[in-house]
Structure formats: structure tokens, C-alpha cells
């Protein structure tokens, strides 16, 4: 049996900034970003600041039902976590009002999260 390339890569950069790069767009790979997440959120302290770089641009857009529910989730099992700030990497022609429209609904107050087109990127 061979094993699967992982569905998202996560690094923490010299700048402190989470980057989660999603390979695939799949249920696996919201999975694994709500893993890591979580993982992100034990490892901070409570106080700081969380900064984050979510990178969409090698896949297509993730399966929108699952990331709602799984996002939701989180949010109720984690009601104090640390204020993030959230920057989505994203292909031109991305959905973006569609899915901010979504994850509005989902903040928890304790988000910033915004969509950057990837010729944006520095």
C-alpha cells in the first residue's frame, strides 16, 4: 500500500504567521485543516494573537458544505480561543463574496478573515 500525499502542508514561518498550503480540495483536506488548526490553537497562548495564511491557490475551491459545518464545530468546542487574523489566498475568479458570505455567518467574533487574489501575494 502506498501512502497518500498529505491534503494540506503547514508550516509556521520565521514571522510567526501559520501557512497551511491545501493540495487538494477534498473532505480529507478540510479534515486535516481543522486538525491543524486545533494544533495551532493548543500551541499559542491564550492572549496572542493568531496569524494565519491559508494558500488555495493549488486546488480548487474545498467542498463548501463541509467546511461550513466543520468551521461551525470548532467554533462551539473552542468559545475562548485566541483572536485570528486570516488571510485566504485565493485564484482569480474565486468565489469570493459566495464564501465570505459564508463564513460570516460562522465568525465567532474572534476572527478577521480576508481574500487576497494570488497576483496579490508578496
Excluded: C
Excluded at 61 to 67: E, F, I, K, S
Excluded at 83 to 104: C, E, P, Q
Amino acid at each position: 500500500m502506498t501512502e497518500q500525499e498529505p491534503a494540506i502542508l503547514y508550516r509556521l514561518r520565521e514571522d510567526g504567521i501559520h501557512e497551511i498550503i491545501f493540495k487538494e480540495a477534498s473532505i480529507r483536506a478540510v479534515d486535516a485543516w481543522i486538525q491543524q488548526a486545533e494544533a495551532i490553537m493548543n500551541i499559542e497562548p491564550p492572549d496572542k494573537l493568531v496569524r494565519a495564511i491559508y494558500d488555495n491557490t493549488q486546488t480548487q475551491m474545498l467542498p463548501l458544505t463541509h467546511a461550513v459545518r466543520r468551521v461551525g464545530e470548532f467554533n462551539k468546542k473552542y468559545p475562548n480561543r485566541q483572536k485570528t487574523r486570516v488571510a485566504f489566498i485565493v485564484n482569480a475568479g474565486f468565489l469570493t463574496s459566495l464564501v465570505d458570505t459564508f463564513l460570516s455567518i460562522l465568525r465567532s467574533g474572534k476572527d478577521e478573515i480576508r481574500f487576497f487574489s494570488a497576483d496579490k501575494r508578496r
